[in-house]
Nanobody, 115 residues
């Protein structure tokens, strides 16, 4: 059974930092491209960052220079380091892994940026 379990969300003040984790099981994590998405209140789901199986990273324009995606294939874990957080970063953050015709999602973790 494939499982993706996110953790690390919470409430943080503007300008603060958080680190999200996504632990994968039931798949050969290293061969999948992995993504972080987010969905803010009243907004569509947005792709935040992508990391390929070869660890090439790509970012959405709204998070470039502030967020860093990484992966630890030995630990089957995906990370998202977020800094200089802004209220508009408030959202449920989801991890996703995909390869060819297979795609799996985590349950999401809430990030709230508020003073």
């Amino acid at each position: 059974q494939v499982q993706l379990v996110e953790s690390g969300g919470g409430i943080v003040q503007p300008g603060g930092s958080l680190r999200l984790s996504c632990k994968a099981s039931g798949i050969v994590f290293s061969i999948y491209t992995a993504y972080w998405y987010r969905q803010g209140p009243g907004k569509q789901r947005e792709r935040v960052a992508e990391i390929t199986s070869g660890s090439s990273a790509f970012y959405g324009d709204s998070v470039k220079g502030r967020f860093t995606i990484s992966r630890d294939n030995a630990e089957n874990t995906l990370y998202l380091e977020m800094r200089d957080l802004m209220p508009e970063d408030t959202a449920v953050y989801y991890c996703n892994v995909a390869r060819v015709d297979r795609s799996f999602w985590g349950q999401g973790t809430q990030v709230t940026v508020s003073s």
